[in-house]
């Protein structure tokens, strides 16, 4: 059995076409849109909504973490749109259509946090399984997917009704999670707890890790557990008892999938 696993595509249609060239399954682990491209702010749909540099002004509030001129900031730029919501959601649609298009082969995904999963249903076809606090078994094998990211506490309020990442508080995410039973295969969009893991060695800045995946891997000891989110790790891999921990890669920029075989 091969299977390759992405993460992280954010608009990278092209590369995500070839990705499962060779494979039995396509495995997605989440952030299929490109919001904000980070290293071209000409990119992304807010570069294309706003310019680039209105969207190099939201990087650097957003680089240096200060999440009340980000929150503020971004609700001003929305209310200067007429329509600001159906414009966002034409242009999510768009990147949809061809991302969803470009999955060939089988596929197993779950929704990162930079993705509105509530759009899916309209993309589903007969090669596609969408899991998100559930199970599959592929190849005698139990893959279990949690998708989304975690809220931070320290956001309250401030926040635009335009767009709403996909993020849950501990609590929900711990509830998706205590849905995966016997997994073989953890398949998650963000990682583990793990500082090593979370931290991104650019941003200069840990993301947050879920303390619930931690939990699992140490109860139930899966082989592997398969993530991304984090774009330019620490560390890309350890081991945790018998479970091979993993960053998949960010795929917008490497284009290549990780490869499982056994």
């Not at 926040?159 to 205590?178: C, F, H, I, N, Q």
């Not at 879920?210 to 989110?229: K, N, T, V």
Request: with cysteine; glycine share 10%.
């Amino acid at each position: 059995m091969r299977i390759h696993v992405v993460s992280d595509v954010h608009g990278n249609s092209d590369a995500l076409a070839r990705a499962g060239d060779g494979a039995d399954v396509l495995v997605v682990l989440g952030d299929l849109i490109n919001l904000v491209d980070y290293h071209d702010y000409s990119g992304g749909i807010l570069g294309s909504l706003f310019g680039p540099k209105k969207v190099a002004t939201l990087a650097h509030f957003r680089r240096s973490q200060m999440r009340a001129e980000l929150a503020e900031y971004s609700r001003r730029l929305w209310d200067g749109l007429d329509n600001a919501a159906d414009m966002l959601r034409d242009a999510i649609r768009e990147q949809y259509s061809r991302l969803f298009a470009a999955m060939t082969v089988p596929t197993y995904a779950t929704p990162g946090n930079v993705d509105a999963p509530e759009l899916w249903s309209e993309f589903a076809n007969d090669r596609l399984t969408v899991l998100d606090g559930a199970v599959a078994e592929i190849g005698g094998l139990r893959f279990g997917f949690v998708g989304g990211g975690l809220r931070n506490p320290a956001d309250r309020g401030g926040r635009s009704d335009v767009w709403m990442p996909y993020l849950r508080t501990a609590d929900e995410y711990k509830a998706g999670v205590e849905k995966l039973t016997d997994v073989d295969v953890l398949c998650t969009h963000i990682p583990p707890a793990v500082p090593a893991l979370t931290y991104d060695v650019v941003a200069g800045r840990p993301e947050r890790g879920s303390e619930a995946l931690l939990d699992l891997i140490i109860e139930q000891q899966p082989r592997w557990s398969l993530f991304g989110h984090v774009h330019q790790p620490l560390s890309g891999r350890m081991r945790i008892g018998v479970t091979d921990c993993v960053n998949v890669g960010h795929f917008q920029r490497m284009q290549e999938p990780y490869v499982l075989r056994w």
